[in-house]
């Protein structure tokens, strides 16, 4: 089994619908982060968490919120979906303290909104 | 906005020769790492340099780190038909906030 699970993998909505993408993880780690991939635009930080208490904004979480719900699950909402929120998105994890860094990714949520 | 820069965009090779990529950033940083991406698929670790280390090693990646530029290159040796993925630096702040800041990606293509 993947260490981090994305659900769903693909979804296609319409513009207004809540949509709730779903994250967990069997690496033990801390650290949880949302990314966003746009074809040509690389990958960017919606929100991020160290910890079960803990939500920070990254660089484009207007339309977005999070939800920690325990250790391993780490949800990402989009309210009322726009067409503009159409990408591909990351789940990953990272171990917590100086260490590498290094993060680890999920398969990915392809998400259309028409 | 993306911290790092990469160069070219694309780029396209034989197997069996190398494949250079370049990676700018802006601002201080703790570390910067090298990701694959396979099509459609989630990233994947490659190799991490620090920010007082000049270059890595690993099998056939080379890493070279140059802070007063605020560069970094990734080199694959002996290139397969199996390299060919999207490629992408990545910039950790000197703050240890665990964030990672992405650049756009190198496509490379290796024919066969």
């Known amino acids: 089994d993947a260490d981090v699970t994305q659900t769903p993998r693909n979804r296609i909505t319409k513009t207004g619908k809540r949509i709730m993408l779903e994250c967990s993880q069997t690496k033990g780690h801390d650290r949880m982060y949302w990314y966003r991939q746009d074809p040509g635009l690389g990958l960017r930080l919606i929100y991020y968490s160290f910890d079960v208490k803990d939500i920070n904004k990254g660089e484009i979480s207007d339309g977005y919120s999070v939800s920690r719900q325990a250790q391993a699950k780490f949800s990402l909402s989009l309210e009322s979906a726009i067409p503009n929120q159409t990408a591909l998105y990351f789940c990953a994890t990272s171990a917590q303290g100086e260490g590498t860094g290094e993060l680890f990714f999920g398969e990915g949520s392809r998400l259309t909104v028409l | 906005s993306q911290q790092g820069e990469e160069d070219p965009q694309a780029l396209s090779i034989q197997e069996g020769e190398n494949a250079t990529m370049n990676c700018s950033y802006k601002t201080s940083i703790n570390n910067l790492q090298w990701y694959r991406q396979n099509s459609g698929r989630g990233l994947v670790h490659l190799i991490l340099?620090?920010?007082?280390?000049r270059e890595k090693h690993s099998g056939r990646l080379r890493v070279t780190l140059d802070t007063s530029k605020k560069s970094s290159s990734l080199l694959i040796t002996a290139s397969r038909a199996a390299d060919t993925a999207s490629y992408f630096c990545?910039?950790?702040?000197?703050?240890?906030?665990?964030?990672?800041?992405f650049g756009q990606g190198t496509t490379l293509q290796v024919k066969p």
């Open positions: 340099i620090r920010s007082n280390e």
């Open positions: 990545a910039t950790r702040g000197p703050s240890n906030t665990g964030k990672l800041i």
